[in-house]
């Protein structure tokens, strides 16, 4: 496969400069979502948009003959205050330009090349209800790729629920007649104190971590209300739906002790536990490779987690990063020096290479039954032990 041509190259660069200039949070990316959209119809794609019912998302496809379906994933929302801090202007275009550039030398090769565009990952994930909804079923292989300031396989990611904890007491005067309030603080406390306990026997990579939203209104109140959020997290989706239940457990008791009600739900979606297909980074591994990137590094402990978790537990998925920056500089994502490292020669340049691996990857994909049957025969284990 050819390197990206001049053409298609400037039309990525100007797509990135225009999400770049128009950053849109998550679930307003009407700029974005439509400008992918139309490079992909101009380049012969068929596009759907709103895909699903979410307005700002897509789904765009080029069929060729029967085959496998690759699909490469695409993000595009920005952050409040620093637009596109997390470089998401340019990790969407690297998975339009890799499906443009397959489709573009498909060859002898047959098949579907799918690219999804998928909102607000930044927030409320549309991946979640993507992959709930079907959008994966009929996916071989899903791919993505984030820019960042090192190469790095795809690793593991927290699977995340977020409860809210409700109490409902009684108020009364706290001088004048205690007796008579049911104190929905003290069950609030309990609840901290209790899972302050529940730590210790938990697995060191899980994570609860919470906050008291509301206290309470007047000291001299015995306060009726109050309520607690928390964030648990595990490396496994069914550690995690166990711990969320004994997390549970300590609200419960709290609420027992001090007589409160409760009311327990979730404040946001959460996400599954990023299952990485390893023979699937293995092919993109060997496609960087062939164009000139062997220092990549090997995945980390979970440190985040994100929607493409629910995608890695429906298809077999990666998420690896890509680096955009010259020799020794180092940015953290969500600052305004990220954000202006993509609009840089180095994060040009490595756009360009990442797009060829991204689609030869893809060609080996619907080239070569047996290795999808063995990313298949991966995942299907993944999923069955997790
Ligand atoms: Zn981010
Ligand atoms: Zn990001």
Redesign the pocket.
């Known amino acids: 496969m050819n390197c990206v041509d001049d053409k298609l190259k400037e039309e990525l660069l100007e797509l990135s400069r225009y999400i770049y200039d128009n950053p849109e949070l998550g679930y307003e990316e009407y700029k974005a979502s439509a400008a992918h959209a139309a490079l992909l119809e101009k380049h012969g794609f068929q596009v759907q948009r709103g895909y699903l019912g979410i307005e700002t998302g897509f789904r765009a496809e080029y069929v060729k003959g029967e085959g496998a379906t690759v699909a490469y994933l695409s993000?595009y929302d920005a952050l409040p205050q620093v637009g596109h801090g997390?470089?998401?202007n340019i990790?969407g275009t690297l998975s339009t330009g890799a499906a443009i550039h397959l489709k573009e030398h498909m060859g002898d090769s047959h098949g579907r090349i799918v690219v999804i565009g998928t909102p607000a990952?930044e927030t409320d994930g549309a991946k979640v209800k993507y992959s709930k909804d079907g959008a994966f079923d009929d996916v071989d292989v899903a791919l993505i790729s984030?820019p960042f300031c090192a190469n790095v396989k795809s690793g593991i990611s927290f699977a995340l629920k977020a409860l809210r904890f409700e109490f409902f007491g009684r108020a009364a005067h706290a001088a004048a007649a205690p007796e008579k309030g049911i104190n929905a603080l003290d069950a609030c406390i309990s609840t901290f104190v209790n899972i302050g306990l529940l730590r210790q026997q938990i697995v060191p990579t899980a994570r609860i971590h919470g906050i008291i939203k509301d206290g309470g209104t007047a000291a001299n109140t015995i306060p009726e209300y109050a309520c607690a959020e928390f964030y648990v997290r595990a490396t496994s989706k069914s550690y995690l739906e166990n711990l969320a239940e004994r997390v549970c457990a300590c609200a419960r008791s709290g609420a027992e002790a001090s007589g409160a009600e409760l009311k327990i739900t979730e404040f946001e979606t959460g996400n599954d536990n990023l299952l990485t297909n390893r023979a699937l980074q293995e092919c993109l591994c060997r496609n960087l490779a062939k164009v000139g990137i062997t220092d990549i590094e090997e995945a980390g402990e979970a440190n985040g987690s994100t929607d493409v978790g629910n995608v890695s537990h429906v298809c077999p998925t990666i998420h690896p990063s890509w680096n955009i920056m010259a020799p020794g500089e180092v940015y953290s994502?969500h600052t305004v020096e990220f954000r202006e490292a993509t609009l840089r020669q180095p994060a040009k340049d490595a756009l360009m290479v990442n797009v060829c691996a991204m689609a030869m990857a893809g060609k080996e994909i619907l080239d070569d039954p047996e290795l999808l049957a063995e990313i298949k025969r991966e995942f299907a284990e993944a999923v069955a032990n997790d």
């Open positions: 993000e997390c470089g998401h990790m990952e984030h994502t």
